[in-house]
């Protein structure tokens, strides 16, 4: 069964096809033969015995001791006007060695069974010659009798006609289940691709149920899904973003009364806290803000990138950038301009030198951030890139940040309909790679 499974169909409307047409085609068969093995073959042999027992009896009487030349011919004659059988003699000619099949070997196998069940003398016959007549010799004394029959008389010829309405009704059945299948199907394909699209974090407003009762409420459960995701994604960045306010007001007057304190170490120490928070606070609301509700764009992916390196290296960051030409690309700048950001900044944070490759592979974009640091154990990469987990035995635990600059690319990278994945850097440290749909 695993075998079969394999070389069957994996689409839905191939899957419906095979299950409505194939049946119908088997159905088909089984009448095609039940025709040909019963009624067409008793006709047909019914058919040959009748000829065989005509030409037996012209054998017969050609064999007759009062038979003359005289009377053959009368006979003859009659057999054709009557018979519709052509009879000729051929005096010193014997049978045939060799004679072609017909395609239908149903066909010779039953005029075999006839003309040896009637006839004693060896016979020989012909069925596909003549496309409308069987050619029959019989040996007899001093020559061959020959016979030419008319080929309806011999056998059912109207098989074929059957066979061609059994095929047209069956390619005509085919054809109203495409028809009807295509159209149930491509709400389906809708769906899915609206799904896809929502996945990527695009717009799928033109997206409309349609199609059968339980595909419409797929359709509506996805609608409903969709509009509670969204009012979750907006409530949470609301959410932050009044934390933010709200936080921002005290660390703003806790500076105004660090400003106007005497200069001192706790002082000092003091501000260092409230820029820390400050950062602290910056990552959650990046975190939670995600794609936050801009649009994707179609945008040059090489051109963003490049900006965003070129502000590292305005920070006195080493950042070497390879791209191959513009990559055009369906994105939402902010959000990736963001997790290239935290990507080059944690490149920069564990390493000395980082490098950011821009490229197109067959099916694919692809942004690729490196860099010389410490790196990850491979075993940890999933660990890595889940939120606020900083990885303190594999990294400095004294570095700044709350552990999302990870968390946040995959967040961006995911609501693109794309992911990222962590290996080993040649320069020795991580290799981060945002994979995106081409």
Known sequence: MAVLRRFLPKGLFARTLLIIVLPV????????WSFFEEHWETVTSRLSEGVAGDIAMMVRLY????????AFERHSEMAYETMRLSVDFRPGESLPTSRRTSF????????????????DNPVWFDTTRYPSYVDVRVEVDGGVLRFI??????????GHIFLLWIIGATCLLTAVSVVFIRNQVKPIRRLADAAEQFGRGQDVAHFRPAGATEVRQAAHAFLEMRARIR?????????????????????TRLKLQLALMPESPEREDAKKDLAEMEEMLDEYLDFARGQASEETERSDLVALAREVVDNAVRQEGQVDFLADGPIETEIRPGPMRR?????????LSYGDKARVIVRRTSTRVEIVVEDNGPGIPEDQY???????????ESRNQNRKGVGLGLAIARDVARNHGGDIRLETSDMGGLKATISLPG
Request: no cysteine; charged share 25%; aromatic share 4%.
């Open 25 to 32: 085609a088997l159905m088909q068969v089984a009448v095609a």
């Open 63 to 70: 064999e007759a001791e009062e038979e003359t030349p005289e």
């Open 104 to 119: 239908f070997r149903t066909l010779d196998r039953t005029l075999r069974s006839a003309l040896s069940a009637q006839i």
């Open 149 to 158: 029959a008319l080929r309806e008389r011999v056998f059912a010829t109207t």
């Open 231 to 251: 009012r979750h994604l907006e409530q949470r960045t609301a959410l932050l973003a009044g934390v933010s306010h709200d936080l921002r007001t005290p660390l």
């Open 339 to 347: 997790a290239l950001g935290n990507l080059i900044g944690n490149a």
């Open 382 to 392: 999933e660990e890595a890139l889940k939120p606020f987990n900083r990885l303190d």
